[in-house]
């Protein structure tokens, strides 16, 4: 099965794609909208294939990837299948960040990049706190504790911030914008997700070997000469960088990163180097699906997609805590 997995996993990934850009209250003709909007053509398939679907797309793909990604690393990291990306605190630096776009109205030359550029920028200022609580020796333990920190500090500035919003239109596009959701945003928006993914996503990916090592033993891994503290600060590093892009685009989405890893951990023989790639395909398949869902319900009232993965994801991680539980009993 582990052979296989990734094929599979890459052509249900392309299928959905394809359902994604054909999936909408219009119909239009996919292949001969992106053919027009390749070759600048004003008509309607272009310009609602080229201008609105591909980007939604595209979003919800590499957002995907990059939670599933940071989720799987971060889990081979501390050990601990029940870790969430958002524990490190880059999630909420990076709403914290953005809402400053909305509050007080940061980088607004820059137009629509002003939100993604702020998040981003928030969920660095984040890991450099981290950084330097954790300090020289970081430790699973200490990581989770500084993590716990931050992200307590940065949701009380997130609430100081809705707390004194200007006006009430102000604070309404803030929580709609952190419920999470990748409709109408445009393809400046890769533009600052897409290097922060090629970044990151090197950096974890650099680290396959050490995620291998730790696997059997913090001790086994100082005898095969990998720097733990070293590496460690690199996977904490690449996934502050995807968590915090994604968010700074997408909003919170959460428990991508947390389930992917976990249902796919024992189709690859829980060897968390051979997990990386499967779940940034599984991750990027599932906010595809997710964003696909949101298309089909009534528009009158708009599920965000946020809310979406929440509703799954929270009972499905319940199961997972009571199933960990039932282990030690």
Same mark, same amino acid.
């Given at each position: 099965?582990?052979?296989?997995?990734?094929?599979?996993?890459? !052509?249900? *990934?392309?299928? @959905?794609?394809? #359902? +994604?850009? %054909?999936?909408?209250?219009?119909?239009?003709?996919?292949?001969? $909208? &992106?053919?027009?909007?390749?070759?600048?053509?004003?008509?309607?398939?272009?310009?609602?294939?080229?201008?609105?679907?591909?980007?939604?797309?595209?979003?919800?793909?590499?957002?995907?990837?990059?939670?599933?990604?940071?989720?799987?690393?971060?889990?081979?990291?501390?050990?601990?299948?029940?870790?969430?990306?958002?524990?490190?605190?880059?999630?909420?630096?990076?709403?914290?960040?953005?809402?400053?776009?909305?509050?007080?109205?940061?980088?607004?030359?820059?137009?629509?990049?002003?939100?993604?550029?702020?998040?981003?920028?928030?969920?660095? !200022?984040? *890991?450099?706190? @981290?950084?330097? #609580? +954790?300090? %020289?020796?970081?430790?699973?333990?200490?990581?989770?504790?500084? $993590? &716990?920190?931050?992200?307590?500090?940065?949701?009380?500035?997130?609430?100081?911030?809705?707390?004194?919003?200007?006006?009430?239109?102000?604070?309404?596009?803030?929580?709609?914008?952190?419920?999470?959701?990748?409709?109408?945003?445009?393809?400046?928006?890769?533009?600052?997700?897409?290097?922060?993914?090629?970044?990151?996503?090197?950096?974890?990916?650099?680290?396959?070997?050490?995620?291998?090592?730790?696997?059997?033993?913090?001790?086994?891994?100082?005898?095969?000469?990998?720097?733990?503290?070293?590496?460690?600060?690199?996977?904490?590093?690449?996934?502050?960088?995807?968590?915090?892009?994604?968010?700074?685009?997408?909003?919170?989405?959460?428990?991508?990163?947390?389930?992917?890893?976990?249902?796919?951990?024992?189709?690859?023989?829980?060897?968390?180097?051979?997990?990386?790639?499967?779940?940034?395909?599984?991750?990027?398949?599932?906010?595809?699906?997710?964003?696909?869902?949101?298309?089909?319900?009534?528009?009158?009232?708009?599920?965000?997609?946020?809310?979406?993965?929440?509703?799954?994801?929270?009972?499905?991680?319940?199961?997972?805590?009571?199933?960990?539980?039932?282990?030690?009993?």
């Amino acid at each position: 099965m582990e052979k296989i997995l990734t094929p599979l996993i890459s !052509i249900l *990934l392309i299928v @959905l794609s394809w #359902l +994604s850009l %054909s999936s909408g209250s219009v119909d239009v003709n996919v292949l001969s $909208g &992106l053919w027009d909007w390749i070759q600048s053509a004003d008509n309607k398939d272009a310009l609602i294939v080229g201008e609105i679907r591909l980007p939604r797309t595209l979003l919800a793909l590499v957002v995907g990837a990059a939670m599933g990604l940071s989720g799987a690393a971060l889990q081979g990291l501390l050990r601990n299948p029940l870790v969430d990306p958002g524990l490190i605190g880059a999630s909420q630096g990076a709403a914290v960040g953005a809402s400053g776009v909305f509050y007080f109205n940061l980088f607004s030359g820059l137009g629509a990049l002003a939100t993604p550029l702020a998040g981003l920028a928030g969920a660095a !200022i984040t *890991l450099f706190i @981290l950084m330097g #609580l +954790s300090g %020289s020796m970081a430790r699973p333990s200490i990581i989770i504790m500084a $993590g &716990l920190a931050i992200s307590t500090l940065t949701s009380a500035l997130l609430a100081i911030i809705l707390n004194f919003a200007p006006n009430p239109y102000a604070m309404q596009e803030l929580v709609f914008w952190l419920l999470g959701s990748v409709s109408n945003r445009g393809l400046d928006n890769l533009m600052v997700l897409i290097p922060a993914f090629i970044i990151g996503g090197g950096l974890i990916w650099g680290q396959r070997r050490l995620l291998m090592g730790l696997s059997l033993g913090e001790k086994v891994a100082d005898s095969m000469g990998l720097n733990v503290v070293a590496g460690g600060r690199y996977i904490i590093l690449g996934t502050a960088m995807l968590i915090g892009s994604a968010v700074a685009v997408a909003g919170n989405i959460g428990f991508v990163g947390l389930l992917v890893p976990h249902i796919l951990r024992p189709l690859v023989n829980y060897r968390p180097d051979r997990l990386l790639l499967p779940s940034a395909l599984g991750g990027a398949i599932t906010v595809c699906a997710a964003d696909i869902l949101v298309r089909l319900l009534p528009p009158e009232r708009e599920l965000k997609l946020g809310v979406l993965t929440a509703l799954v994801g929270a009972p499905f991680f319940i199961w997972l805590v009571w199933k960990e539980r039932q282990r030690w009993v």
